[in-house]
């Protein structure tokens, strides 16, 4: 496969979980968000000169590569290990950056007012992270080894699950009566051992028991 054959074939794709398209790169914080929801997620890569609609446009200046660099170790915390090339493609270059899911989770992205936020990629979208994420990787980080314990909570939350095909975690903690922090707690611990999936819908996430 030609080079040409290979880009032309990557942008068929689409935008999806793991590649999004960059016509131009303008916004250093917009581009850390992209990385941390990769890094955070199942990595991906970004198409840097080709629009929205797939049209090859091209990188316009060398300092578009610098702002990667830059979004990747200095806006991101951690920083996130990104792999760059160039192609050649129609006279016009197009930068492929490829980011690796990161070991190290939350990767967190520096925002226009200085915080540090973490996010996921949802199908092509870069979400901020629930709490639920964030104890997920937190207890997936933990050096302890932990047992799964059914106490009455946890068979609560099982009871509830079948009988709602989803849940918020709002829903949740109104129908189970239990505390907001203790419910992230747990909801993350039944992810982790895979009895429940999250599902993300009408802008919101959503938990189910995994089939």
């Known amino acids: ?8 074939a990557l942008i068929a794709q689409g935008e999806h979980q793991q590649q ?5 790169i303008s916004d250093i914080c917009k581009i850390a968000k992209t990385l941390s929801a990769f890094a955070n997620t ?8 080709v629009k929205d609609n797939g049209k ?4 316009r200046s060398e300092e578009e590569q610098y702002m990667i660099e830059a979004a990747a170790q200095v806006y991101c915390k951690p920083h996130v290990a990104c792999e760059m090339q160039s192609y050649l493609i ?3 270059t197009v930068l492929i950056a ?20 973490a996010y996921v990629r949802v199908k092509d979208e870069n979400i901020q992270a ?7 990787w937190k207890q997936g980080d933990s050096q302890k080894g932990e047992l799964l314990e059914f106490s009455t909570r946890e068979q609560r939350l099982l009871e509830l699950m079948k009988q709602s095909d989803k849940l918020t975690l709002n829903q949740y903690c109104r129908r189970a009566h239990i505390p907001y922090p203790a419910a992230v707690r747990l909801m993350a611990k039944f992810i982790r051992y895979g009895i429940i999936e999250v599902a993300f819908e009408d802008r919101q996430f959503r938990y189910r028991l995994k089939e």
């Open 42 to 49: 199942d990595g991906g890569r970004l198409l840097i000169g």
């Open 130 to 136: 629930t709490p639920v994420h964030l104890n997920v």
């Open 56 to 59: 090859i446009a091209g990188v």
């Open 98 to 117: 490829t980011i690796e899911k990161s070991a190290h989770r939350p990767v967190c992205a520096k925002t226009e007012d200085g915080k540090y936020l």
């Open 90 to 92: 129609e006279g016009r």
């Open 20 to 24: 999004d398209f960059k016509f131009e």
């Open 1 to 8: 496969m030609s080079e040409s054959d290979y880009i032309h």
